[in-house]
């Protein structure tokens, strides 16, 4: 949905010199079409990209592939059922957020600054946790608003009406937790809570950013992207394997 967010889990991770593999195109998950009842196309569309992670094992299988890493809770738990310890021996799927935090590829110091934190429905943070997470990357607890915000995927598509009731108990949860500040940023670990958190308006202005957004930010300057793109084309950081 955003691209900064995978862009900046990448430029990371070369930053930090991890080798990073990308499928050769993009690939959907299949959750969405998973919850909207569309079982046999999500199991198509599954099959589809196991197939292409088989090719990819076949062809770069010497490389030791241990992780496969995500931005989003949901491609997390589709991911679970694609049983990738079978296509590359011994990987496992990981949060790009609890990789970093475990791996300790970097830290920040906030100097008390407070993080405000929505912890999504779909929370891919499942071994560490957030708190954890957090602490050890940005070297603060956060101030966690609980509570669903309302885009759930596709339900504010499909049910606006019900999407806008939720959001706004979480602008209430925000409002009484945290007050109401003309603009604030919230931190969340899922794309489309970034969208969700980002309509919540009505006295006041919410702006939803990734974390891994925030983390590029801050090790990498506020021209993260443009100046990852300038580096790995004149360090010929891209190697295309598979097409």
């Given at each position: 949905m955003f691209s900064e967010i995978s862009f900046a889990a990448i430029a990371l991770l070369y930053n930090a010199g991890v080798r990073v593999v990308i499928p050769p195109e993009y690939l959907c998950c299949g959750y969405p079409i998973l919850a909207n009842g569309k079982v046999k196309i999500a199991e198509t569309k599954?099959?589809?990209?196991?197939?292409?992670?088989?090719?990819?094992?076949?062809?770069i299988g010497y490389m030791g592939i241990e992780h496969v890493l995500v931005t989003c809770g949901t491609c997390f738990e589709m991911l679970q059922k694609y049983q990738v310890d079978n296509i590359f021996p011994n990987s496992s799927v990981i949060d790009i957020h609890e990789f970093i935090s475990r791996e300790k590829l970097f830290s920040l110091s906030e100097l008390g600054n407070h993080l405000v934190y929505h912890d999504p429905c779909h929370s891919p943070l499942k071994h560490a946790g957030a708190e954890k997470v957090f602490t050890q990357i940005t070297g603060s607890v956060p101030i966690s608003i609980p509570n669903c915000c309302g885009e759930g995927g596709t339900l504010a598509l499909s049910t606006p009406h019900i999407s806008n009731t939720i959001r706004?108990?979480?602008?209430?949860?925000?409002?009484?937790?945290?007050?109401?500040?003309?603009?604030?940023?919230?931190?969340?670990?899922?794309?489309?809570?970034?969208?969700?958190?980002?309509?919540?308006?009505?006295?006041?202005?919410?702006?939803?950013?990734?974390?891994?957004?925030?983390?590029?930010?801050?090790?990498?300057?506020?021209?993260?992207?443009?100046?990852?793109?300038?580096?790995?084309?004149?360090?010929?950081?891209?190697?295309?394997?598979?097409?």
């Open positions: 599954s099959y589809e990209n196991r197939v292409i992670f088989h090719r990819m094992e076949n062809l706004q108990r979480k602008r209430k949860n925000i409002s009484r937790i945290i007050g109401t500040n003309d603009r604030m940023t919230v931190l969340t670990t899922c794309p489309s809570c970034v969208q969700g958190l980002s309509k919540v308006h009505n006295g006041f202005s919410i702006s939803g950013k990734h974390l891994i957004v925030y983390c590029a930010e801050k090790i990498l300057g506020k021209n993260w992207k443009r100046d990852f793109i300038k580096s790995i084309r004149k360090d010929n950081g891209v190697e295309k394997i598979l097409y």
